[in-house]
């Protein structure tokens, strides 16, 4: 840093006054090191304020009981505008009135202990006469004012110390850090400083200047930090914009596609409903033909029953013709309505992009408006400790230097405050969308095993303790892979695997769980915790249940986990009648307790605004969940086929709302599982089927693929999935 700076080389913005736009007059300088007039300053502020707002980097500072006199005075800046004064006052006029013979002359020096002009004899004899031996440092010739190496130093050295606030008749000699570094007398420290920390100015000045270098050294190692995050901001304004695009591309395209497929299947629909027509004309002609024959055969008198015959069966096909096309205008309909809903779903996400997108924009340029204010009081700080070491004035210095290094640490901790969240501004969250919209048909189970989804990516000797689906046909396993780990394995219809989670710990009683929450989410539960996957970044959030729910039983199981999407809410089950609702957050919501029928839960699912529960006490029921007291809303009918107790084991839904539960009865020392399909409503049985030689079937759950919706049984040991077809 230079030690002497040119009185030419000072930018005559840094000696302008922002408010008036003028040079400054009694410089007041606030903590953030920008200066004013003091008067300017005393307009601006409002009348009685106890803040101050400064107008350059708008940081609030907060005054003291004397408001703008009590801001200190910038001593440098105001010393080196006197001199620029004295040299404007000498270029303009240079015949002046000396103070010594009162004459009006052509001035030849300034002498600032008299704070006068004086003329050449007066000049010389001020100069060497020992009566004003002590004026002698502070005399300045002028022919030195117009010299182009004149520096600060130079102009510093000429000044007298300040005067005494307490006796301004005389100099000061000391300075009191305890009274903030204030200049005063030889007499003051036998009055109201006495025993206060008193220190030699020039002393003091040496190690305030020691201070300074040290924090200027400290804040430009983050400079460079203040300056690169213009560029940072924009590039996350840059990745918002290309975020908001891509989700409203993702969007449109979904809309595209669904309203296609819709469009086909009404499509498909009627063509159905033709060939149907043309079927059962087809059987009615068959039909009539061969009794026609037979009537023909018979006489005369048979052909009126021949006739009530055909209007008999002509009624038939007219009423069974008439139900199926009501059906067809029901699920075109339903069609229609989805693609309404869809479709102001989309209106919506579109408008929430729009605001998001609004809202993040605004918090960037408020970062960037922070950024650019950090900049320019760097900038300042820059030229303020520049204009301090290059005029080394002792008591300019222990004044301004400790509000300088309050200053930078201010800088440092607003640069660092602002650098936060910027990466969360670059892109928007989009909530999902509702399921695809499809007509409520009569469903059915296929007759067998679809097809066998093997899965390398399980180990042998690992195990599958439960079975969840996501809405994009992702699959997830979870179950113990060791005595010390457990595995988290998502995999595609194929069995290709898409991601793989080892977690540390197994569940000695093999009933680990897991259930997609959003598309990218799957609460979990194993041992005593309950967890959230995040399948965008593969992090796992883990806490123990008895720390997420206070009232939570010593010796009380976790058994069962579901979700409800629609809210956000994870349902957890339990070795008891109580079943727990937390947030996404692993908050605990609510306890419902069920009615005293229900005695252990050891699977769960929502359903139609209410809880599936299988009760391991061989029962299923369905229950409701509004407020704490839960009721039933009916029971499940038990399998009576093959004899044996049934038991029921897993239970989950399909999209047109049929219920699915997996029995298991233990025959001859082994285990049977049995499939059964139920109304939507639970009043009774549609469909059962066995499964055939896998004594190891653990859950079951519903996925939505490419060639229709499947219904997906996990094979405990070895790890396979079985799939069956709903039709």
């Not at 117009?146 to 300040?162: D, F, G, M």
């Not at 903030?180 to 002393?203: A, F, R």
């Not at 069962?560 to 809410?569: E, F, L, M, Q």
């Not at 469909?687 to 859950?699: A, T």
Request: charged letters at 30%; hydrophobic letters at 35%; a neutral charge.
């Amino acid at each position: 840093m230079a030690s002497a700076t040119p009185l030419k080389d000072i930018d005559e913005h840094f000696l302008q006054c922002c408010i008036c736009m003028d040079q400054l007059k009694e410089p007041k300088i606030l903590p953030c090191l920008h200066r004013y007039c003091r008067e300017c300053l005393r307009k601006f502020a409002k009348k009685g304020a106890k803040k101050i707002e400064c107008v350059t980097c708008r940081e609030k500072h907060t005054l003291l009981k004397d408001g703008i006199d009590g801001l200190k005075t910038d001593f440098n800046t105001k010393n080196i505008i006197e001199l620029l004064q004295l040299q404007d006052s000498v270029k303009v006029d240079p015949l002046h009135t000396c103070i010594h013979c009162k004459k009006k002359l052509k001035a030849s020096a300034f002498c600032f202990r008299c704070n006068d002009f004086l003329c050449e004899t007066c000049h010389e004899f001020h100069a060497s006469s020992s009566i004003v031996r002590d004026h002698h440092p502070h005399i300045f010739s002028l022919s030195e004012a117009e010299a182009a190496n004149l520096t600060i130093q130079k102009l510093s050295s000429l000044r007298e110390a300040p005067r005494c606030q307490a006796h301004p008749g005389k100099l000061s000699e000391l300075c009191c850090t305890t009274c903030d570094n204030l200049p005063i007398c030889m007499p003051c420290t036998y009055g109201k400083h006495q025993g206060h920390n008193l220190k030699e100015v020039t002393s003091l000045a040496k190690i305030q200047r020691e201070m300074l270098r040290s924090k200027v050294a400290d804040l430009m190692k983050y400079n460079k930090k203040a300056y690169k995050m213009q560029e940072v901001i924009r590039k996350t304004k840059g990745k918002l914009d290309l975020s908001v695009n891509k989700e409203e591309q993702k969007a449109q395209e979904r809309l595209d596609a669904e309203e296609e497929r819709i469009k086909k299947e009404i499509r498909n629909a009627e063509g159905e409903l033709k060939r149907k027509q043309v079927e059962l004309e087809g059987e009615v002609k068959a039909k009539t033909s061969t009794r026609k024959k037979d009537l023909e055969k018979r006489m005369k008198k048979l052909r009126e029953e021949y006739e009530l015959v055909c209007e008999e069966e002509r009624r038939e096909v007219e009423a069974s013709f008439k139900k199926l096309q009501e059906e067809n205008e029901r699920g075109t309909e339903q069609l229609q309505e989805g693609l309404c809903v869809l479709n102001n779903e989309i209106k919506e996400l579109l408008t929430s992009l729009k605001t998001q997108k609004a809202e993040q924009a605004r918090k960037i340029d408020e970062l960037s408006d922070h950024f650019g204010g950090i900049v320019k009081r760097f900038e300042t700080v820059t030229k303020t400790v520049d204009c301090i070491h290059a005029a080394e004035n002792d008591w300019a210095d222990v004044q301004c230097i400790p509000d300088v290094c309050k200053a930078i640490d201010l800088l440092r901790e607003d640069g660092e405050k602002g650098s936060t969240g910027l990466e969360n501004l670059s892109s928007v969250k989009v909530r999902g969308l509702s399921p695809a919209v499809t007509v409520r048909r009569k469903a059915g189970m296929s007759e067998g095993v679809e097809s066998v989804i093997d899965l390398p990516s399980v180990e042998r000797g690992w195990y599958i303790n439960d079975i969840t689906a996501n809405k994009d046909g992702s699959i997830a396993v979870i179950g113990n892979a060791s005595p010390d780990q457990t595995h988290l394995t998502v995999i595609n219809m194929r069995g290709d695997l898409l991601q793989q989670k080892m977690i540390r710990g197994s569940d000695p009683l093999w009933s680990s769980k897991c259930s997609f929450l959003t598309q990218s989410q799957m609460a979990i539960k194993y041992e005593d915790k309950l967890g959230i996957y995040d399948m965008r970044d593969q992090s796992l959030r883990l806490a123990r249940v008895k720390d997420v729910i206070s009232n939570w039983p010593s010796i009380q199981l976790v058994w069962s986990v579901t979700t409800d999407p629609a809210k956000g809410n994870i349902i957890v089950g339990c070795d008891s009648r109580n079943v727990y609702v937390l947030n996404n957050q692993l908050k605990h919501i609510k306890t419902i307790t069920p009615p005293a029928g229900i005695q252990h839960a050891d699977d769960i699912a929502m359903h139609d605004g209410g809880l599936l529960v299988c009760d391991s006490f061989s029962k299923a029921f369905a229950v409701t969940v509004h407020g704490t007291a839960s009721q039933v809303k009916y029971e499940f009918t038990k399998p009576t086929i093959g004899g044996g107790d049934w038991e029921p084991m897993s239970v989950c839904t399909d999209q047109n709302g049929y219920v699915y539960m997996l029995w298991k009865a233990s025959l001859f020392s082994s285990s049977r599982p049995l499939m059964v399909q139920y109304s939507r409503d639970g009043g009774q049985i549609e469909m059962m089927r066995e499964v055939d030689g896998n004594p190891f079937i653990q859950s079951m759950t519903s996925v939505q693929t490419n060639q229709g919706e499947k219904l997906l049984l996990s094979d405990w040991k070895p790890a396979q999935i079985l799939v069956y077809g709903l039709v």
